[in-house]
C-alpha cells in the first residue's frame, strides 16, 4: 500500500511516502488502506506532500469502506493490482463484493443483473477520485518494449500474491 507522489508530466519518478499493511488481527476495520492514508497524515508537513499530487496503489481494489476513507481523505487517484472480481475468483476471498452488494445495491436491480456480473460494482470515476486497475497504467505506454516487461512484472506480482494468499489460508494466519 502506497501513497506517492503523482505528476501530469510525461516521465516522473514515483516515491513511496506511506507504505502499510492490513492489521485486521488487531481490529477488522484496519485495512491496509486506512492505515495508510493514517500513517500519511501522521506525518510532519515538510515530508508530506500535497495529498492532490499523490497516487494511492493498493494491491486489491479498495472495498466499500476502504472507498469512503479514500474519499474523505481527498486521494484523487487510485490504481489497484486486483479488482473486486479477481479477489473473489482468483484469491477467494468474496467479502468486498458482498458487503457492497448487500448494502448499497438494490436487490431487485442486483437480481436481474445477476451476481456474476463482471463490472465494477460502485462508480470507479466519480466526484471524489478516479479508480483503475494498474494496468490500465500500461496502455499508455508507447514503448512496446517497456510495455511488455510492464506486464511481466505486473504478472509475476500476481503471480506472487496468489502464492502467498494461498499459503496464508493453506497455513490458517491472517
Ligand atoms: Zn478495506
Not at 69 to 75: D, G, Q
Not at 151 to 168: C, E, G, H, V
Request: a negative charge.
Amino acid at each position: 500500500m502506497t501513497l506517492e507522489p503523482n505528476s501530469s508530466q510525461q516521465a516522473v519518478r514515483l516515491l513511496p511516502v506511506a507504505v502499510s499493511s492490513n492489521k485486521d488481527l488487531e481490529s477488522p476495520v484496519l485495512h491496509a488502506e486506512v492505515n495508510c492514508i493514517n500513517q500519511f497524515f501522521k506525518l510532519p508537513e515538510p515530508a508530506r506532500p500535497s495529498v492532490d499530487d499523490a497516487l494511492f496503489i493498493s494491491t486489491h481494489e479498495p472495498c466499500s469502506m476502504c472507498l469512503s476513507a479514500l474519499a474523505w481523505a481527498n486521494v484523487k487517484t487510485v490504481y489497484f493490482t486486483f479488482t473486486h472480481q479477481d479477489t473473489r475468483d482468483k484469491l477467494g476471498m468474496n467479502e468486498d463484493i458482498d458487503i457492497i452488494e448487500e448494502l448499497f445495491l438494490d436487490r431487485g436491480d442486483r437480481e436481474a443483473a445477476g451476481s456474476e456480473t463482471d463490472g465494477p460494482r460502485y462508480n470507479r470515476r466519480n466526484k471524489f477520485f478516479t479508480a483503475a486497475p494498474i494496468s490500465s497504467l500500461f496502455d499508455a505506454v508507447a514503448d512496446e518494449t517497456l510495455k511488455d516487461g510492464l506486464k511481466d512484472r505486473m504478472n509475476q506480482l500476481q503471480k506472487a500474491m496468489l502464492s502467498a494468499s494461498s499459503t496464508l489460508q493453506t497455513t490458517g494466519k491472517d
